[in-house]
């Protein structure tokens, strides 16, 4: 084995170590990998670069400012409170409301976002109520993952498989994920109802008190609510036709994005690009900066080569593999840098005779984004929730999680595994 390769594998596993162990922020240790590869020499600078994909980070800045500005609005608070009042103020019917309106919002907005904007909300309600806030806390990290597999834009490793493979488009991930995750959520909500139902119990009179909340006095800015859904519209319109309009998503994204900014307003230009997530932005730069090391040393075709004479090149075979691989590694690994490691493997053994790949990347992205809901660390929004409640003085536990989490988690794998074999493999 070549002093290259031995480097690039090597820096790559370590800075896996630590992400898994979190011992160091998982951004600082993909920046610090990506800058190893290029200053060991395993990749120049320029190659290093042609690897960032900025497609994807395109168009996660431009959701994120869009959304951002939005937030600003009050709109978010006003769809949860009306939610908990049209539910009755039942503590039951409140989980299923805002378990769907999670799942619906993460496959538009993306799922990080998503739960950053219901947590708050979630827990103004469950204090009102007087019930325990993790029932809810846990649907709406099941919600946000689901929901968003459904989408393009809905959950990052979907997002970089549709920036990686021209053919899928935002209207092929609808018309192919969309229906199984219509199926896992119907069966995953009456679950998580029979699971809690003990916890979520209040009394007459805390029902009433959320009842008197007025949701549109969260409304702030009703001028600026108008331009954030006219443009949210235009640009939902957008993502469905870029294929016609032979446009990359991140171009659709960003002019969102920055015609938001233009009818806002300059104040709101600061505030919106202070908020974006710079944190993951830069770990997907050192990403691919570091999973570039792993296809320039030949690693990357080396394992398309193995996992090719394990499967024969049978697509069932490589569809069902990949399906099981990446969502058992996506329960105990961050889902971003698995499928960053996925995607040139699948494109690999493209080139090596599997004819028909579609269905690989379907079981990638329902692998890798159902996967994610398998433990506390398997997916960045069951992080930030985590995070989100610890300062609430209600901290999620490693093992807390697990418990629910992976065994909801190998029954959304196991529908999976029946849609791809029906609707692909038959």
């Known amino acids: 084995m070549e002093h290259q390769t031995i480097l690039a594998i090597g820096i790559f596993l370590i800075v896996y170590g630590f992400i898994i162990s979190e011992k160091i922020h998982r951004t600082i240790v993909a920046m610090i990998g990506g800058i190893l590869m290029v200053i060991l020499g395993v990749v120049d600078q320029e190659t ?61 907005l993306d799922n990080v976002t998503t739960v950053l904007l219901m947590v708050p909300v979630t827990f103004s309600i469950t204090s009102q109520l007087r019930v325990n806030p993790f029932p809810y806390l846990f649907a709406q990290i099941l919600a946000s993952n689901i929901g968003g597999t459904a989408t393009m834009i809905g959950d990052p490793p979907n997002i970089m498989i549709g920036s990686a493979v021209k053919e899928l488009t935002f209207m092929a991930f609808i018309e192919n994920l969309a229906p199984v995750i219509i199926i896992i959520m119907m069966v995953m909500i ?36 108008i331009k954030c859904l006219s443009v949210l519209g235009l640009t939902m319109i957008g993502f469905f036709i870029h294929q016609m309009l032979h446009l990359e998503s991140a171009t659709i994204a960003l002019t969102g994005a920055f015609l938001l900014l233009l009818l806002s307003g300059e104040h709101f230009l600061e505030k919106a690009l202070a908020k974006i997530e710079w944190t993951t932005i830069f770990f997907f730069v050192g990403l691919f900066v570091l999973v570039s090391g792993l296809i320039e040393t030949g690693v990357i075709t080396a394992l398309a080569k193995q996992a090719m004479a394990l499967t024969g090149g049978n697509v069932a075979s490589t569809s069902m593999l990949i399906l099981w691989l990446s969502a058992i590694a996506s329960a105990f690994v961050d889902n971003i840098p698995f499928v960053a490691t996925m995607i040139p493997l699948i494109q690999d053994m493209g080139s090596m005779g599997v004819s028909n790949l579609e269905p690989v990347w379907w079981s990638l992205a329902l692998g890798a ?37 992976f065994p909801l988690m190998i029954l959304s794998i196991i529908i999976s595994t029946i849609y791809i074999y029906l609707r692909y493999l038959m």
């Open 48 to 108: 290093a670069l042609h690897h960032i994909d900025f497609n994807t980070i395109g168009l996660l800045i431009g959701m994120m400012i869009m959304v951002n500005i939005t937030a600003e609005t009050g709109l978010f608070k006003y769809i949860a409170i009306w939610a908990a009042k049209k539910a009755k103020g039942h503590p039951i019917r409140i989980l299923i409301s805002l378990t769907l309106i999670t799942a619906l919002a993460s496959a538009f």
């Open 190 to 225: 009456p679950i998580l109802v029979l699971i809690f139902r003990k916890q979520l119990k209040t009394k007459p009179e805390l029902m009433h008190s959320l009842m008197d909340m007025d949701e549109k006095a969260v409304i702030t800015n009703r001028t600026l609510l």
């Open 369 to 405: 984004c159902l996967g994610g809901n398998g433990s506390l660390v398997g997916a960045s929004a069951n992080l930030i929730v985590a995070g989100l409640s610890a300062k609430e003085g209600q901290p999620i536990t490693f093992v807390q999680f697990l418990k629910y989490g």
